[in-house]
């Protein structure tokens, strides 16, 4: 702090007018060495202007939190990602089958079918030449094969040999390749154009890719038609996108998806990615059903079943492991997820993204429209219902959105507002907690501990309230004699009897409702009708008046020689009053002032002499006729021009006194 004065009186005049944050701004730049300590100081005074408004500090955090998170960690892209999944399936749900693709299915029937005619998997690779042959008949728009040829039969090269005949012969078949994350692979100047391999800017030609090519068919260059059919997975492992090529050493690589759809004249997207827009249900046929039909004489299917369809033949079968982690399920067929591809950029219907960094001000708002509720003071549950509805409005619009082929990822913005929303009302109620703790303790000091209990259950007395003026009924009470008492007793008996006599009389203040004010020395201030309400309560303030006469009476003969000459003298007197905590910021005393009060003080230093229990005429008039009064005359009273009628209350007979 010292370092920030001193730069702070190398300012110019002009200078030292600005605010204290721009002055500290100043400093750093005035008093290099002191730069850490000035930028604390300046750190302070923000905490201090922040000082009591917790909900602007706490969105100030979480809008920080969002900020790093969005520009660097991504923590919250797994619940875009697993909330989308299951909007993604509800979608999948109500799309119809797709009348563009049939999967010829490598199923376990097939598998089963087809031991006895072409013995184990693999097959001799001339069934699926055979196969093609079959289904070309039909004018298919496509054949793509989801299976890898990668390995050469050398005990049957003659099979390897018909099938590669069979691709050469119908320039609508694609194989499929994968490119492996590392190794050396093929070179790319041997590579067949078949292949495709598109040159980026200047690649080195004498390169080798570890690129996996349909070998079998490499009799028959033109034969090798294709793409790559790798699986792309997001980073929690799941695949929702579709890569629609790769790049390696310089050489870009087409999908088998896009490779398809170049060469059938179909508009392909100019981004390497496109989100997959699911369905759940596809056209599947068993292989061994179309290729057992195809050895008949006489043909059961229909003669054109693969018309103008794009046939994908690929497997289903658990024990060939193509299953695939998605949005779906977590063993999907890798078929189908291939199938998805294919129908989306053959129908342009693949879902648009919106980007996760364009979301930010949703969060944002969010999370400022809870604190702006919350600095209002609007209840916990009125806020929580209000952020459902926020919630079900902008889950609907991306609902809405999605069915017209658009994905918006709003579930992390909903996840920061409800985390945030979840924070503040602990942190709300934990304040309200300690409230009510605090407001417990302090009017435990004056109100029966069961009546507070109820009092702050109902919500009716708060710590922080501003003083109000209000009808009452003050009592003071003090004891007659007391410092000439002291003078003749041991101050230990003093204090013992006192402690007696106030828990007494106290107890009897609190069974009638009453709140204790104060102790002033021996005197005891209590007054009726506030925190609590009652009608009444100047019929409580005699009654208790009485009944503390009664207890001083057995007080007198438990206290033995000390307690003898024991007297004391109540005064009452009912009218407005301001009643609330009143002190400083560092003490609160629960109380009541005002003209009220001091009249009551008066009426009880006027006792001696007259009567042990004095009450004004207003105290009077308030409580009717419930007991028999001793008219006392009236009488000045100091600071009062009127002078003050007084009078004594009786019990009658026949009235049981509460």
Partial sequence: MRSAFRGLRLLRPCEQDRPAYARTAICVVTKPPSRLRVMWSFVQQVVRRLKGRRWLALALVFSALVLVDYRFLGLSRIVDQRAGDLMLQLNARRRSVSDRIVIVDIDQR?????NDL?????????????????????????????????ELDVYRPEHDAAFAEAVARHRNVWLAMTLNADGQGAWVSRMPTSVKALALTMPPKDVRVPLM?????????????????????????VGRHHTLYRDRSGWRFASLVARMMMDLGRPVPGKAQVLLNWRAKWTHVSYADIYLDSLRQKRLRAADEFKNKIVLVGTSAPGLMDLRVTPLGSTYPGVEALATAIDNVDRGDWLREVKRSSMV??????????SVALARNISANRLGY?????????????????????????????????????????VAY????????????????FLDPRVVADLIERGDIDHKASAVSREVT????????????SELAPAEDVVKMLNTYFSNQVEVIFRHGGTLDKFIGDAIMAFWGAPVSHADHARLAVAAAIDMSTALMEMRFNLGTLGENLEIGIGIHTGRAVVGFIGSNDRLDYTAIGDTVNLASRIEGMTKGIGRILVSEATRDAVGDLYNWRDCGSHHVKGREMPVRLFEPVTKDDIAVV
């Fill in 110 to 114: 097939s598998l089963e079918m087809m």
């Fill in 118 to 150: 072409a013995g184990s998997w693999p097959w001799p690779r001339s069934v699926h030449g055979e196969l093609i042959d079959h289904i070309a008949k039909q004018a298919p728009r496509g054949i793509a094969f989801d299976v890898l040829f990668n």
């Fill in 213 to 237: 090519l349909p070998l079998v068919v490499a009799s028959q260059p033109d034969a090798m038609r294709g793409g790559l059919i790798n699986f792309t997975s997001d980073s929690d492992g």
């Fill in 361 to 370: 001000p949703l969060a944002l708002a969010i999370i400022a429209l809870i």
């Fill in 386 to 426: 209000a952020l459902l509805g926020i919630t079900a409005v902008v889950i609907g619009s991306a609902w809405i959105a999605l069915t017209n082929g658009t994905f918006v990822p709003v579930f992390a913005p909903l996840a920061f507002g409800w985390t945030f929303y979840l924070t503040a009302s602990a």
């Fill in 430 to 445: 934990l304040n309200e907690r300690t409230q009510r703790l605090r407001t417990s303790v302090m009017f435990k000091r």
């Fill in 474 to 485: 003050v009592m003071f009470s003090d004891i007659r004699g007391f410092t000439a008492l």
